[in-house]
């Protein structure tokens, strides 16, 4: 089993930054890849970016893309994610998941465990 803990989401002015962070313990060993995700009200769940646990491969979505930065370190078994630039339409309930089969994926049912999840919003 392995257990996920999100922290760092606000209230933040468009144009703002914010960094998550998403710390990881238990069997850590199993981890494969660890991916972020969000959810806006009344929208499906949605991929932001994906990391491999050993290495540094990452996949982003689109939408992210030169604004959003995913880094982790492995010794303290965290993932981050830097949110630069944040945009009105960023504001959603953001979620760290893990992954412990072969391959980075955008997709959610993909992934084996998943934090609680930590609010952001962004104001116009």
């Known amino acids: 089993q392995v257990q996920l803990v999100e922290s760092g989401g606000g209230l933040v002015q468009a144009g703002g930054s914010l960094r998550l962070s998403c710390a990881a313990s238990?069997?850590?060993?199993?981890?494969?890849?660890t991916g972020w995700f969000r959810q806006a009200p009344g929208k499906e769940r949605e991929f932001v970016v994906g990391?491999?646990?050993?290495?540094?491969?990452?996949y982003y979505a689109d939408s992210v893309k030169g604004r959003f930065t995913i880094s982790k370190d492995n010794a303290k078994n965290t993932v981050y994610l830097q949110m630069n630039s944040l945009k009105p339409e960023d504001t959603a309930a953001y979620y760290c998941a893990l992954r412990t089969r072969w391959g980075l994926t955008p997709d959610a049912d993909e992934y084996d465990y998943w934090g609680q999840g930590t609010q952001v919003t962004v104001s116009s």
């Open positions: 238990g069997r850590t060993s199993s981890i494969y890849a």
């Open positions: 990391i491999r646990w050993s290495g540094y491969s990452t």
